[in-house]
Nanobody
């Protein structure tokens, strides 16, 4: 049984930082993509960043490029998303997904329940 769990969301002021973590269990694949997506109220869900377990290859959406970094925390067995210099436009529900293709949302089958991020003054 596959399960993805996200933690680390919260409320911060513009310019602040947050670190989200995604833990995975039940996946039988040896190599696969783990990605972060987000959805703001009234908007479509969009890709944020993705990491390929195996090669370490990463992909970033233009919205977070230079501000966000996705990485694997070996000690904690998680895939983390470090978000710096946050903007109000980054507000939304952030989801972890696994076993799809990079930042192509439609290719993912396994999803976490999400963690809320609020950026406001």
């Amino acid at each position: 049984q596959v399960q993805l769990v996200e933690i680390g969301g919260g409320s911060v002021q513009p310019g602040g930082s947050l670190r989200l973590s995604c833990s995975t269990s039940g996946l039988t694949y040896t190599y696969y993509w783990v990605a972060w997506f987000r959805q703001a109220p009234g908007k479509e869900r969009e890709g944020v960043a993705a990491l390929y377990i195996g090669s370490g290859n990463t992909r970033y959406a233009e919205s977070g490029k230079g501000r966000f970094a996705i990485s694997r925390d070996i000690a904690k067995s998680t895939v983390d998303l470090q978000m710096n210099n946050l903007e109000p436009e980054d507000t939304g529900m952030y989801y972890c997904a696994a076993a799809g293709d990079a930042l192509r949302e439609g290719t993912y089958y396994y999803w976490g329940l999400g963690t809320q991020v609020m950026v406001s003054s």
